[in-house]
């Protein structure tokens, strides 16, 4: 095989890690050195913006150290049986690259993954061996984020929780059967194994407030997954059920969903189509109702139909239009876990509410002020000056939030 050059292998490994939805990626635009000698564009070279454990939004190189990878999981890109360009850094390459695209200030951190060389501890050992050297030797204090390997050995994800400022593990599928039939390699044991490890260490870490001596810091940001959400046959119920799961027996920082996407040569088993983008969206806004709004998953799911979330409008709204009774709610008198389910009325509006209404009676400017969209909010509240009467209870409710386009489609289905 011919020896490839460090920009070669930056676009093949950069191209691969894309596929990683871990690090909450979106793209970069603007600086182009491909005219220059150097490295660094930001144009195909894996530059994605993140956010870190503090809520700033940064820009991390994101990358795999190969492509090369032992397993055949049949939904890979860089399976084993995959024809794919294969390229694989050294761990010198890595860490130049990174001090040299943070040295020209195009990025503050790093994402690391990998394809699985020789064995486990071997690819964890070499990933360590990154983050060990940006700390030890170049003094790199920017963001690092690796994904570890789920059956590699505890010593391994110890030391890396040391160097990183988060660790994740993929999950891959939404249930253990389709893990099995899909990657025969893995073991959904071996990763629930490997989230309960850190996860007791990442507590360990922690120390308490009346401690003097805090202990050493272990992946601050806590720990991710990631689920491929359309490559079976699980509805969103399924894949929320895993989700429940995972935030409450292993304390994630966030579950990722990536919408599955064709591969080539791909096996007779996965879906020729990919699932609409909107279902993963809307997944991620059942995910925020389930942490930041009291939600329970089985209230979502059953704004849809058969496990399926609604991808018209949002799963909040989806359960006010299933629950009418439950509204209007009194912008003055309801308390907050109430106002949370008001379509519309996100955490920070809640809070303005309830500061707002102890110094004076709140009228629908008033709400108007201190929310998005009140064209949203108004068939749902109450207050001084404003009550919704009979809008609450219209029958075609609904399709005054949908775009216009999808409305005049659902007016001519009456005809």
């Known amino acids: 095989m011919p020896t ?11 191209d691969a890690a894309k596929y ?17 000698k150097g490295i660094g564009s ?8 993140a956010y870190a454990p503090d809520g700033r939004c940064i820009s991390l190189l994101k990358i795999l150290l190969t492509n090369f990878c032992i397993y055949d999981c049949v939904y890979c890109i860089n399976r084993s049986s995959s024809n794919v360009q294969r390229a694989r850094f050294s761990v010198d390459e890595v860490v130049a690259l990174t001090m040299n695209f943070y040295r020209r200030n195009y990025i503050e951190g790093l994402f690391l993954s990998s394809g699985i060389i020789r064995n486990s501890d071997y690819t964890m050992e070499e990933m360590v061996r990154v983050a060990r050297k940006l700390r030890l030797e170049e003094n790199f204090s920017g963001y690092i984020h690796l994904k570890t390997i789920p059956d590699a050995s505890p010593a391994l994800l110890e030391e890396a929780g040391l160097f990183a400022d988060r660790l994740s593990v993929n999950i891959e599928m939404p249930t253990d059967a389709t893990l099995s039939a899909l990657a025969p390699e893995k ?10 490890h850190l996860r007791a260490k990442i507590e360990e870490h922690k120390g308490e407030k009346r401690d003097r001596t805090k202990p050493q810091r272990f992946s601050a940001g806590g720990q ?21 799961n995972l935030y409450g027996n292993y304390r994630l920082s966030r579950v990722y969903y990536s919408a599955f996407s064709p591969i080539p040569d791909s096996s007779s088993r996965l879906p020729l189509l990919k699932p609409p983008m909107m279902r993963e969206h809307r997944l991620y806004q059942a995910d925020w109702l389930m942490r930041f709004y009291g939600f329970q998953r089985a209230e979502i799911v059953s704004g849809g139909e058969g496990g399926m979330l609604d991808l018209a409008v949002d799963p909040k709204l989806a359960w006010a239009l299933r629950n009418r009774e439950s509204f209007p709610v009194d912008v003055n008198r309801a308390d907050r876990e109430m106002l949370l389910r008001v379509p519309g009325l996100g955490t920070r509006a809640v ?3 309830l500061s707002t209404r102890r110094h004076r009676t709140l009228r629908l400017d008033d709400v108007a002020r201190l929310c998005q969209s009140i064209d949203k ?22 399709e005054s939030f949908l775009p216009k386009a999808k409305r005049a489609a659902s007016q001519l289905e009456l005809f």
């Open 351 to 353: 809070k303005r509410i």
């Open 20 to 36: 990683d939805a871990s690090c909450a990626s979106s793209g970069a635009a603007g600086r182009n050195s491909v005219k220059s």
């Open 187 to 196: 073991d959904a044991r071996d990763i629930r194994r490997s989230m309960g």
């Open 377 to 398: 909010v108004r068939p749902f509240v109450m207050a001084l000056d404003w009550s919704p009467g009979g809008l609450t209870d219209r029958e075609r409710l609904k």
């Open 224 to 244: 991710s997954t990631q689920m491929i959400v359309g490559a079976d046959a699980s509805t969103d119920d399924d894949v929320l059920i895993r989700s429940e």
């Open 42 to 49: 930001t144009e195909g070279s894996g530059i994605c913006h």
């Open 4 to 14: 490839l050059d460090l920009r070669t292998k930056l676009a093949v490994l950069s």
